[in-house]
């Protein structure tokens, strides 16, 4: 892999994640005192594929349960430095989030949204819509490549290129305000 992807990489887990996930997953490290192996374990991936995502080599955890269970981590480090989480309950707090799974949930462990009754759209349905565009442009390429082809779009369909670059590859509010914007009559 390259320093130019691993970069862009980097650059789109700071849009993402707030910071490279090997920042954040060093100090979940730290503050948990696990090894990077543990910490695997903990958010349900492959320590080879946790390497790979703390060095820039893949740009985000394409797996929703382990998405989740990191972003559950992430809020427990939150919640014991705010001390809110005694030091004595931290290591169940990660047999739960180890444990956890989210069927019927969205990546980030939020409930499902039902149509209601009246069959009027869920007021997330932009985001539903916008997780489920990121999840098929994911499938057949990476971030990396979708940048790069909204290059190639961008002279003769700006607005392809747009929704490419945000949806694909760009942060969801971001992407969300962009379909909002698009189907608004």
């Known amino acids: 892999m390259d320093q130019t992807t ?3 990489n980097l650059e789109l887990q700071r849009q993402w994640y707030g910071a490279p996930l ?4 060093r100090d979940l490290r730290t503050l948990f005192g696990v090894t990077q192996s543990a910490l695997a374990e903990i958010i349900g ?3 080879a594929m946790l390497s790979l995502v703390m060095r820039g080599q893949r740009a985000r955890i394409a797996n929703p349960d382990a998405a989740a269970r990191l972003s559950a981590a ?3 480090a939150h919640e014991v430095r705010a001390g809110t989480v005694p030091p004595d309950a931290v290591a169940d707090r990660l047999d739960e989030v180890r444990s956890s799974r989210t069927p019927g949930q969205d990546s980030l462990g939020a409930a499902a949204p039902t149509t209601p009754p009246d069959g009027a ?11 489920r565009l990121r999840d098929l442009l994911t499938s057949t390429s990476g971030a990396i490549d979708l940048l790069d082809a909204a290059d190639l779009l961008a002279p003769r369909h700006p607005d392809l290129a747009e929704i490419l670059r945000t949806c694909g590859a760009g942060r969801t509010d971001e992407a969300v305000a962009l379909v909002r914007r698009l189907t608004q009559p």
Do not use: K
Request: charged share 25%.
């Open 6 to 8: 691993t970069a862009r």
């Open 45 to 47: 991936i492959s320590p």
């Open 74 to 76: 992430l809020h427990l």
């Open 121 to 131: 759209l869920p007021p997330d349905a932009e985001l539903r819509f916008v997780r």
């Open 22 to 25: 090997g920042e954040l997953c």
